[in-house]
């Protein structure tokens, strides 16, 4: 350990517990490792990468049923996906230009009422 690092350690701790510091940084590592079974285990299983753990999750979370929701908010979901579906396909028939200006018209309509109106 260098110089500074005993003179920090001077300060926080008292010449025992330095002395049990230093005995116990002084002994082999090996003891700390785990011993090795006698049994032989099976080659490690490849971990799936983490997009397919989290298709394979939404997925599970898609086939099951919706049965703890409200049959009106399940209602309300499925004609709120209608509606969206219908207003891109409108929007994808616009031309470019129609669509940039789109765009600009919704971006000013969203400053602040103190800027750029």
Known sequence: ???IGKALLSLILD??????L??????PKTALTPQPTAQPT?????QPSLNEQLHAKLTAAQSQPRSNLAPNR????QNAMRVRSTKQD???EL???QRLKLQVMA???MLPKNQGR
């Open 74 to 77: 399940q209602q309300l979901i």
């Open 90 to 92: 409108v929007l994808q």
């Open 1 to 3: 350990m260098s110089k």
């Open 22 to 27: 230093d005995v116990a940084a002084q002994q």
């Open 15 to 20: 010449k025992k517990a330095r002395d049990a």
């Open 42 to 46: 099976a080659p490690p299983q490849p």
């Open 107 to 109: 971006m000013k309509a």
């Open 95 to 97: 031309s470019q230009e």
